[in-house]
């Protein structure tokens, strides 16, 4: 497999220059950011919050970086460290040198990067695809992870018919002018259409080849191996999949589990719900601390 790049130099820089500007215009307060090495590339993280504690680990989801999570940035760090990650294969600051080829890459490139930091126990919080990797993760390194948060993760369920629809139009939708985006949100069911600052770096991440394995939906038996305690945020109208189907499968097989289904909210949760998903981390959190 081949990895995630730019297609050349000018789409390079034209993206780097919009990140720039979105880490200034989005992170709240102060932030130490660092390139951390790993076996598959350089990776960018945002650190903030408390010198000492268990730290809040943020993965965004498929096509995003660590900036999906701004606007919980300053509550989480209010009383936790808070490490925002951008995943390498993903647009954003870190760069991929070597392919991921399954979850069991992705799985070995977190705890590369948690050990570099000197992170014995995290809670990890992960959205769509980064929750994907988060599962691997703490199947294939278990004792890394103090707790699990997924908000609406990839790899619980069979993928609906509907979900390549739904990013399809919500990628048209942000091409569209300015003015006519509310509306389009509304139709097309995501809210995330409605972060300017954000669409703007992903409309200039047009020239990023990305190149990670698809999110497969995991095994009963992997899922049973999940020994962390597990909070799933699912969104009640969740393109991605079946809602209701993925929590009793996850109560019939993840012995340490809760589940909530937020009502009217679908795949862009953290948009759609954002009170929701700060309260779900900041629950699971206290819960792993207390």
Same mark, same amino acid.
């Given at each position: 497999?081949?990895?995630?790049?730019? %297609?050349?130099? %000018?789409?390079?820089?034209?993206?780097?220059?919009?990140?720039?500007? &979105?880490?200034?215009?989005? =992170?709240?307060?102060?932030?130490?950011?660092?390139?951390?090495?790993?076996?598959?590339?350089?990776?960018?993280?945002?650190?903030?919050?408390?010198?000492?504690?268990?730290?809040?680990?943020?993965?965004?989801?498929?096509?995003?970086?660590?900036?999906? =999570?701004?606007?919980?940035?300053?509550?989480?760090?209010?009383?936790?460290?808070?490490?925002?990650?951008?995943?390498?294969?993903?647009?954003?600051?870190?760069?991929?040198?070597?392919?991921?080829?399954?979850g069991h890459d992705a799985a070995d490139w977190l705890e590369e990067l948690l050990a570099a930091l000197d992170v014995p126990a995290a809670h990890v919080v992960g959205?769509?695809?980064?929750? =994907?990797?988060?599962?691997?993760?703490?199947?294939?390194?278990?004792?890394?992870?103090?707790?699990?948060?997924?908000?609406?993760?990839?790899?619980?369920?069979?993928?609906?018919?509907?979900?390549?629809?739904?990013?399809?139009l919500g990628g048209l939708a942000t091409m569209a002018p300015r003015a006519l985006r509310p509306r389009l949100a509304r139709a097309v069911g995501n809210s995330a259409?409605?972060?300017?600052?954000?669409?703007?770096?992903?409309?200039?991440?047009?020239?990023?080849?990305?190149?990670?394995?698809?999110?497969?939906?995991?095994?009963?038996?992997?899922?049973?191996?999940?020994? &962390?305690?597990?909070?799933?945020?699912?969104?009640?109208?969740?393109?991605?999949?079946?809602?209701?189907?993925?929590?009793?499968?996850?109560?019939?097989?993840?012995?340490?589990?809760?589940?909530?289904?937020?009502?009217? &909210?679908?795949?862009?949760?953290?948009?759609?719900?954002?009170?929701?998903?700060?309260?779900?981390?900041?629950?699971?959190?206290?819960?792993?601390?207390?």
């Amino acid at each position: 497999m081949r990895i995630s790049e730019f %297609k050349n130099g %000018k789409a390079e820089a034209r993206y780097r220059a919009a990140y720039e500007r &979105a880490v200034t215009q989005l =992170w709240p307060g102060p932030r130490t950011s660092l390139d951390v090495p790993t076996g598959f590339g350089t990776t960018r993280v945002h650190r903030t919050g408390p010198a000492h504690g268990q730290p809040i680990v943020l993965l965004p989801g498929s096509g995003g970086n660590a900036l999906m =999570w701004h606007s919980y940035i300053e509550p989480l760090a209010a009383r936790h460290p808070v490490i925002a990650v951008d995943t390498v294969g993903e647009p954003g600051a870190s760069v991929q040198t070597a392919p991921i080829n399954g979850g069991h890459d992705a799985a070995d490139w977190l705890e590369e990067l948690l050990a570099a930091l000197d992170v014995p126990a995290a809670h990890v919080v992960g959205c769509s695809y980064g929750g =994907w990797i988060a599962l691997h993760h703490q199947i294939r390194h278990p004792g890394r992870t103090a707790g699990l948060t997924l908000v609406d993760s990839a790899g619980l369920g069979d993928l609906s018919r509907g979900f390549y629809r739904w990013l399809i139009l919500g990628g048209l939708a942000t091409m569209a002018p300015r003015a006519l985006r509310p509306r389009l949100a509304r139709a097309v069911g995501n809210s995330a259409i409605l972060e300017t600052e954000l669409m703007a770096l992903m409309r200039a991440s047009m020239g990023f080849r990305r190149r990670l394995p698809l999110a497969a939906t995991l095994g009963d038996g992997e899922l049973g191996r999940l020994s &962390a305690p597990v909070f799933a945020l699912l969104g009640e109208r969740s393109t991605l999949h079946d809602s209701r189907a993925v929590s009793e499968r996850l109560h019939r097989l993840v012995p340490a589990v809760r589940v909530e289904i937020v009502p009217d &909210a679908g795949h862009s949760l953290p948009t759609d719900d954002p009170a929701a998903v700060l309260n779900g981390i900041l629950s699971m959190v206290a819960r792993q601390v207390s």
